[in-house]
């Protein structure tokens, strides 16, 4: 029998965390296969997430290739499928197929001093990133991470994020000053200027709103880094996942395929179609 | 086996089941809908699901099983459509659904004697009306009898099946042949002039305003793309049959560029948000992406946009003008 590619293994969720509350929620899903252990990927790569009855939707994996025993998708409420997701608990049963997409070339990294850059949901991506560096800590150079958000409500991984300070600098922001909140009050991007990462030997990983990455990457340019040094991830209405059904493409680019991993040097060669 | 044959219907021609018996109708033009539809279907079932508290979560496959198919009839430019969408629904994510169909299908070429529409231009486009490319066989019709070509292993064995029906060419046929293909090519009315020129130009043109003046007339009818024999988009939905138990099915459906949905983000956020941004992407996909992904041209000239679409979007030009913009 042919593989099928479009037949979902089935997973189940084993645990949900509520990461952000309010207007713009966001969980995250712990999941295992039913079938037997989760599939290879590349820190940077997605899965094609089924809620049956309610359609697919591409989520980015957040847990670390190095970490086996499940897959992690933290999860913005937005549409109908992530929206059906949001409603399930552990135990529910959903469909899982992937990994899909390039990754980020973390192995071309090592050596290397990375500066992660995140806003809101954005820190999914990169997390699995920063989870594998950390794993293999000897093998890189300096990490940092720069992660803002609207409210201190809106960060997500908030747990994860205060034990992460013992082991890397870690600056975090919100758009608007708080009481009882000590750290920078401001835009990403402008965090990004006033803690002035070095652009030596260095690689910068950002995920976000498109207009913070706009910015984040003025910043970065500001600050020396050359634009083979920045990454990003785009983000299209997908179907397929398999560069077929036609929507997600920038270009000749489909980004569920060939993306949705891109440095900087790429991106600004192909059309702004995102 | 299953034969499709042309039929007259009160909008124009279709692939139909049909006994093969006589010849192709001599004022048989294209088939409106593309012989796509019998290898990439307009719906196609991926799988069906059924959630119990007993079974749990099911799923059941639905590769199709199909007998062999013939289509008979199939237009050159239809052919090389088909040979295009071989390259989509190959690569490193094999389609199964559409290699079960295509593997099962033969396709029976018929040459243009003359062009079957006014805007037919394939020999713009590295076709020609007697192009053998995608078919298994093709027909020219010498007025009392076919001049037939087996063109691959499958066609050969439908031919040697059959082998009383045929007797080989004379010289005489072989030269008719040829002289009728030649005259084919040579009645074709519409010409896009120096195709291989437009993929380098048009890779200029992205921010260009030339779009908008160009899909002013769109009403985003979508015809051009669903009716377009090498247009692949598509569409996958879940449709509930059932929420308690939960029942329903995983289906792949026809879609296209030219509908404001096809790209808009759950959040809003459309990165194609007009008509001008889709009728780009149509043209820039056929014209191109498609070469640099593949080398060929993801349009074959078979005119159907041109015949079909209500505002009288000329494709040929539009392509025309997109060559010559701030020349």
Known sequence: MEHNVYLPRIGQIVEVKEEVKGARPIKSFRVQLLDGPIFPFRCGQCAMLSVFGKGESMISISSSPLQTDYLQFSVLKMGRVTSALHEMEPGDLIGVRGPYGNGFPVEKWKGKNIVFIGGGIGLAPIWSVLQTTLLQRADYGELCLIYGARTSHDLVFRQELTDLKAQIPVHLSIDVAEPGWSEFVGFVPQNVLDKKPSAVNSIAVTCGPPIMIKFVIMALKDLGFEDSQIYTTVENKMKCGIGKCGRCNIGHHYVCKDGPVYSWAELKQLPQEY | ?327
């Open chain 2, 1 to 327: 086996m299953k034969v499709f044959f042309p039929k007259k219907e009160a909008f124009g021609w279709t692939l139909t089941e049909a006994a093969a018996d006589g010849a192709i109708p001599s004022d048989y033009s294209y088939a409106v809908v593309p012989p796509k539809k019998l290898i990439f279907p307009q719906e196609e079932i991926f799988f069906e699901f059924q959630q119990t508290a007993d079974e749990g979560l099911q799923l059941r496959e639905t590769l199709p099983e199909l007998p062999p198919q013939v289509i008979v009839g199939v237009r050159p430019c239809d052919g090389r459509a088909v040979a295009a969408l071989d390259q989509v629904f190959s690569g490193s994510f094999e389609d199964p659904y559409y290699w079960r169909r295509r593997r099962a299908t033969i396709l029976v070429g018929l040459a243009c004697n003359t062009p079957p529409s006014n805007n037919c231009f394939c020999s713009s486009l590295e076709g020609s009306p007697s192009s053998e490319e995608g078919l298994d066989v093709l027909l020219t019709d010498l007025g009392d009898r076919y001049y037939v070509r087996g063109l691959t292993e499958k066609g050969k064995e439908l031919i040697r099946a059959q082998s009383s029906l045929f007797s080989d060419p004379t010289e005489e046929e072989k030269k008719l042949r040829n002289k009728i293909s030649q005259e084919g090519a040579q009645k074709i009315k519409r010409h896009l002039e120096a195709a291989r020129e437009l993929p380098p130009k048009l890779k200029t043109m992205f921010d260009s305003p030339f779009w908008e003046e160009a899909a002013l007339s769109c009403i985003r009818c979508g015809i051009c793309t669903y009716l377009c024999p090498t247009c692949h988009c598509f569409d996958i939905n879940d449709e509930t049959r059932a929420l308690a138990p939960l029942k329903g099915r995983r289906v792949r459906t026809w879609d296209t560029c030219q509908f404001p949905d096809f790209t808009m983000h759950s959040s809003g956020h459309n990165p194609r948000p007009n008509k001008a941004a889709r009728l780009r992407q149509r043209l820039l996909h056929k014209f191109l992406y498609f070469v640099e992904l593949y080398d060929r041209f993801q349009c074959v000239g078979c005119g159907r946009c041109l015949d079909l679409c209500p505002v009288g979007i000329d494709i040929i030009e539009v392509l025309s003008k997109a060559r010559n913009h701030g020349a």
